[in-house]
């Protein structure tokens, strides 16, 4: 394998990279840069760099997109690549020394194609520059197996074992039929995104868009990339997962493994069971006297005090001990251990709870387009007019969203003087999130009043305000590092 | 489509039962979708002297666009080589064999012989990693299990 087949990819100049804004005039802090890329575009900006190429190095436009997809869209690289030793470069992208010249459907008497070992005089048979000959009938079998079952596009090679000779867009034009040929593109298209780390296609169902962003793997413990596609879905750059500000992709990684293991079981095992002071098994008292014997470890307690069984001498069924030493120290341990489960569970019902709410956005969404056409009629308002509705349960849906991963963020969260302001950002939002619900949620008949119209924009201003404030908050501690977390955040950075 | 197979296996046929490379042998190939042949390791590898192996052909409508599926078969006097690419229960992890590593211009004389070389080559008198667990657990054709290449010395 030579050595051209693998990149670190990363542009050293990146047009895109983020700067972490401190510049207020320009923006806030936690937007990055992106753009969104419709399928056109994408057709397109191959187009422009296969042309650029195509002039440079004055090389076919076929030739050009293989080499260019070799180097992964690098044009930086692949010139000086080029530059350097341009028959190693060739070979490696599969460019190999020509044999023949522009390949064409041609029939060679006495041939015999080695595929099929079919020989009869006129047999149509093609050849790439290579000089691997087998009939059109093969070649086409060949291409429809690679393209239709195999899913492979950018990387077609010549039939014949060992030649490294990829199919160009033309000799496969020649070939193959119209509907496999857009599937070859389409599947081309998928390696542009896919190749170029800083193009990601948007997860959005049925969404056709790339995203571009400059964020590097490096940066997530920085900066968390939430970019918005033009089909409105909101979803972070770094993980795909859906908006998760204020939340480093890290956190919400680990966040999340915690929430599958946990949660449920968690809740009632809080409720229902202590742990053995000695071997912190956990144990379920359904029955019985409080003389406990732990069936992993063979410790005796009193399930009462948790203390040493054989320090109550003789006063069975009874635990009328105080302060016995062995107790306090075994108290202490379990009520660590459900301290640490409580807190848990506090931030865990929170965010269910605007998770919940999240989930029921569709629902809201959906009653709000009705309520906007009853509305109309119920008070003469014209369909500009109430407006407003939507607005304000796009901006609560937003919230809730952000809201939600304020609690994932919080449970990490290691406690110094900044937290403070974070959770007051946080009670104000939440307060100012659920004011407004509690108005979006009244009948039509309230709604018609031209009072609590203005009191809905207002709050859904007000809304969007302390969001961005939380935001602009935790993004800028982020990039500075002057948060401390209870986890490594460092620890997964950089890979994925 | 009819298939680019008939032609072609015919044509591999009359060769190989006119012709084969020594330490090959064509046992049975009754009809285009399956055949046998038997292989020896030629040198003194005391890991396979003295041994005779069965493989086992079998051709989809696609051959030789795809790679035919081929295993090693266990019978009284055919056992299934000692070697780390070959599970126990018969199946060969060899690129030639997965669509990445298959050429059609490939054939069943040309796999025979890839074959009997990476047993000539094979030092290491074991099975894979993982074997038991995979022959218990395996009910994929070979042909959509996605081997793992992870040491290409062997």
Known sequence: ?496 | MAGLGPKRLGKELTKITNNLPPGITLVSADNLEEWYLDIKVLDQNPLYAGQTYRLKFKFSNSYPIEAPEVTFVKLDNRPIPMHPHIYSNGIICLDLLGSQGWSPVQSVESVCMSIQSMLTGNTKNERPPGDEEFVRGNRQRPRDIAFYYHDNTV
């Open chain 1, 1 to 496: 394998m030579s050595n051209f087949d693998v990149f670190d990819d990363q542009p050293d100049d990146d047009p895109n990279a983020i700067s972490y804004k401190t510049d207020k005039t320009k923006g806030v802090t936690f937007d990055v840069s992106y753009k969104v890329y419709d399928p056109d575009d994408i057709r397109r900006q191959q187009d422009e760099m296969i042309d650029e190429v195509n002039m440079i190095l004055a090389m076919s436009k076929e030739d050009a997109a293989i080499i260019l997809r070799h180097f992964r869209w690098n044009k930086e690289r692949l010139i000086d690549g080029y530059m350097d030793d341009s028959p190693k470069v060739l070979e490696a992208a599969g460019l190999g020394p020509s044999v023949t010249e522009s390949p064409k459907l041609e029939s060679i008497s006495g041939f015999m194609c080695d595929i099929c070992c079919e020989d009869e005089d006129g047999l149509l048979t093609f050849a790439m520059k290579c000089g691997h000959r087998y009939c059109v009938d093969c070649y086409r079998q060949y291409l429809n197996q690679k393209i239709r079952e195999e899913g492979e596009a950018a990387r077609i090679q010549c039939p014949s074992d060992g030649c490294h000779r990829i199919i160009d867009s033309r000799s496969l034009d020649l070939l193959v039929t119209a509907d496999l040929r857009s599937r070859y593109r389409e599947l081309l298209n998928r390696t542009f995104v896919e190749d170029k780390d800083t193009l990601k296609w948007c997860p959005a169902p049925d969404c056709a868009n790339a995203v571009e962003c400059g964020i590097k793997k490096k940066d997530l413990d920085k900066v968390v990339p939430t970019v918005a596609c033009n089909c409105g879905y909101r979803f972070c750059f770094g993980c795909i997962l859906s908006d998760h500000q204020p939340a480093p992709c890290e956190l919400v990684k680990r966040w999340l493994k915690k929430c599958a293991d946990d949660s449920e079981t968690a809740n009632w095992i809080s409720a229902n069971t202590k742990e053995c002071p000695k071997c912190n098994s956990t144990i379920e008292k359904n029955g019985g006297c409080n003389h406990m014997t732990c069936r992993k470890c063979k410790h005796e307690f009193c399930w009462m005090c948790m203390g040493l069984w054989s320090e109550h001498g003789t006063s069975w069924y009874n635990c009328n001990r105080f302060e016995e030493k062995s107790g306090t120290d075994a108290r202490d341990a379990q009520a660590k251990s459900r301290v640490s489960l409580e807190r848990y569970l506090h931030y865990y019902n929170r965010y269910a709870n605007h998770e919940q709410s999240a989930r029921l956005d569709k629902d809201i969404y959906q009653k709000t387009e009705k309520k906007m056409v009853q509305l109309q009629t119920a008070s003469g308002m014209s369909w500009i007019e109430v407006q407003y509705l939507n607005t304000a349960s796009q901006a609560l849906q937003t919230c809730r969203q952000t809201l939600k991963w304020t609690y994932a963020f919080a449970f990490y969260l290691a406690r110094n003087n900044l937290t403070e302001i974070f959770e007051d950002n946080q009670k104000d939002l939440e307060m100012a999130v659920e004011a407004l619900s509690e108005m979006f949620e009244k009948p039509i008949a309230e709604l018609a009043d031209a009072k609590l119209k203005v009191d809905i924009m207002d709050k859904t201003a007000y809304c969007n305000k302390r969001r961005v404030i939380l935001l602009d908050d935790t993004a800028d501690n982020l990039a500075t590092g002057r948060w401390s977390f209870n986890v490594d955040l460092k620890s997964a950075a950089g890979r994925r």
